[in-house]
């Protein structure tokens, strides 16, 4: 069985960065894609960034555009998400994601999720 466990969330300042990691298991981790998603308080689940089992192909939200870098070491079984330039609006708790196929593009599906890290800028 896949499992995700995410790590790296926090209290940042606004401006500051964190990287976040997501530890992945159950699978031969390069036919996994991985993505990231986040969800603030009363708002819905926003995709922030996906990238595909070898890496090849990456994909960004609107949000994560220019300040986010989505990243994975596949041999150490570990994705990233590199976030620069943190403002109070990324205040959510992030989630880590895989899909059962290493492809992916904008709007995939994912099958299996961590249980999230709190990520919180102040201002």
């Known amino acids: 069985q896949v499992q995700l466990v995410e790590s790296g969330g926090g209290l940042v300042q606004a401006g500051g960065s964190l990287t976040l990691s997501c530890a992945f298991s159950?699978?031969?981790?390069?036919?996994?894609?991985v993505g990231w998603f986040r969800q603030a308080p009363g708002k819905d689940r926003e995709f922030v960034a996906s990238?595909?089992?070898?890496?090849?192909?990456?994909f960004y939200g609107d949000s994560a555009k220019g300040r986010f870098t989505i990243s994975r070491d596949n041999a150490d079984n570990t994705a990233y998400l590199q976030m620069n330039r943190l403002n109070p609006e990324d205040t959510a708790i992030y989630y880590c994601?895989?899909?059962?196929?290493?492809?992916?593009?904008?709007?995939?599906?994912?099958?299996?999720w961590g249980q999230g890290t709190q990520v919180t800028v102040s201002s």
């Open positions: 994601a895989a899909r059962n196929s290493g492809t992916v593009y904008p709007g995939a599906t994912f099958d299996f």
């Open positions: 159950g699978r031969t981790f390069y036919t996994s894609a």
């Open positions: 990238i595909s089992g070898t890496g090849s192909g990456i």
